[in-house]
């Protein structure tokens, strides 16, 4: 065991071995609805891309619409990412900005919208990227329908770690999707489980809200994997569950998270009419839930105008 491992190890037991205590999720009950966006992409104009993001049009509309919070995605399973991060192109066999961007357009994201009230919270799945080989390799990860490994759980965590410490309070929570598998963390007598992940999350905002999704199922979407998780991925295709319906697991905040077109980042719908969406939301806030609305995003940071219309149809019915 090398140095470095072994400061990590030890500096891991002591946060995974501390006592856990429930955030507090007031906050995001009371912003009742918060906007979510899938930035992806990658390849040779990854760079161009993300520098092409106009953060101060992104945010004014966001101010508009009155959503009290925005989900943003680090990356995804192509293995790029909209921020710079060391860690993760060491681990990964990567030069300096070779996955990673120069710009760091989610720390831009977060000042920009903390000036107007609004939290921001992070996206990140919960594997190394699937669609890049070398990255699962370096990072000792495995397809994800089977179990993290040790190794993996802890480059992975230090790779959070360093994002987390930079953002600090800037950031108020993360959603980690493809928690499929959750054998890999479960067995909290192992260096590296589920705590170990959480304390990398909360090393720079101990009190950042964590949702851990296992999918779209209606079985599991509003299901706990953990007692670090402090509120329901809610993954679904539709604006239909409720608390009532679907209750979450006792002191787990209550959310659903569905997309406004007929897919994910898809420029298409809304796929109900105004009334319906502003009845749901009413509806969700008043048996104590949250709603996050995907919407479409150009890559110059402009909202799709109909998701946008209807965007600001919600927000100014409940505010």
Known sequence: MNLFYSVCL?????????????????????????????????????????????????????????????????????????????????????GRY?????????MELAKALDNHGIRFMLYLPSRSPQDDKQAMNNLYDVDQSQPAPQEFTRRWSEVIREWSIRYGEKVSGWWFDGAYSRAGWDDLSKPFNWNTWAAACRAGNPNSLLAFNAGAE???????????QDYTAGEQNRFKATPQS????????????????????????????????????????KQGGVVSIEVNVSDD???????????TAIGTALK
Not at 98 to 106: F, V
Not at 301 to 311: R, V
Request: one cysteine or more; glycine letters at 8%; a negative charge.
């Open 218 to 228: 209606i079985d599991v979407a509003f299901l706990t994997l953990c007692d670090q």
């Open 10 to 94: 030890c500096l891991t037991i002591v946060h995974a071995s501390d006592s856990i205590e429930k955030r507090d999720t007031q906050w995001f009950r009371d912003a009742k609805f918060g906007v979510f966006v899938h930035f992806l992409g990658g390849g040779d104009r990854w760079n161009e891309k993300v520098n092409g993001f106009n953060v101060e049009t992104f945010v004014e509309q966001i101010r508009q619409t009155k959503a009290g919070y925005v989900i943003f995605t680090l990356g995804q399973n192509s293995g790029w990412y909209c921020s710079p991060n060391e860690t993760y192109e060491r681990f990964a066999g990567y």
């Open 246 to 285: 679907h209750p979450a697991p006792a002191e787990v905040q209550w959310h659903l998270l569905a997309h406004l077109g007929t897919y994910w980042a898809k420029a298409d719908g809304p796929q109900e009419n105004d009334a319906y969406m502003i009845d749901y939301v009413k509806t969700v806030n």
């Open 301 to 311: 940071g402009k909202i799709y105008e109909p998701h946008f219309k209807q965007l």
């Open 98 to 106: 070779e996955r990673c961007s120069k710009r760091d357009l989610p």
